[in-house]
């Protein structure tokens, strides 16, 4: 399994990105994707996941600013992003989970600064 991310960058606070995972294989293989983030010195932690039947979940801190969807067709899992905080900086992983088999994308970076 091979998952890529693309859509990371530099953005100011208040902005808006959209990050992409594309998946190797039909994502409905998976029993959810999701995207984790770690900032430095921080322990990696869930933001986003939908599972295989379309339920999402979403950290506390990003309720309301993040939206996470799927299009099946193109084997990928976006993470619309506003309102973006400086804390919100960190390096995002795109995850899919099989069971309790986890594949992780190379991650992007997101940084959040005026």
């Known amino acids: 399994v091979q998952l890529v991310e693309s859509g990371g960058g530099l953005v100011q606070p208040g902005g808006t990105l959209s990050l992409s995972c594309a998946a190797s294989?039909?994502?409905?293989?998976?029993?959810?994707m999701g995207w984790y983030r770690q900032a430095p010195g921080q322990q990696r932690e869930l933001v986003a996941a939908?599972?295989?039947?379309?339920?999402?979940t979403y950290a506390e801190s990003v309720k309301g600013r993040f939206t996470i969807s799927r299009d099946s067709a193109k084997n990928t899992v976006y993470l619309q992003m506003s309102s973006l905080e400086p804390e919100d900086t960190a390096v995002y992983h795109c995850?899919?989970?099989?069971?309790?088999?986890?594949?992780w994308g190379q991650g992007t970076q997101v940084t959040v600064s005026s």
């Open positions: 995850n899919a989970r099989i069971l309790s088999q986890h594949y």
């Open positions: 294989e039909n994502i409905f293989n998976f029993n959810a």
């Open positions: 939908i599972n295989v039947g379309g339920t999402t």
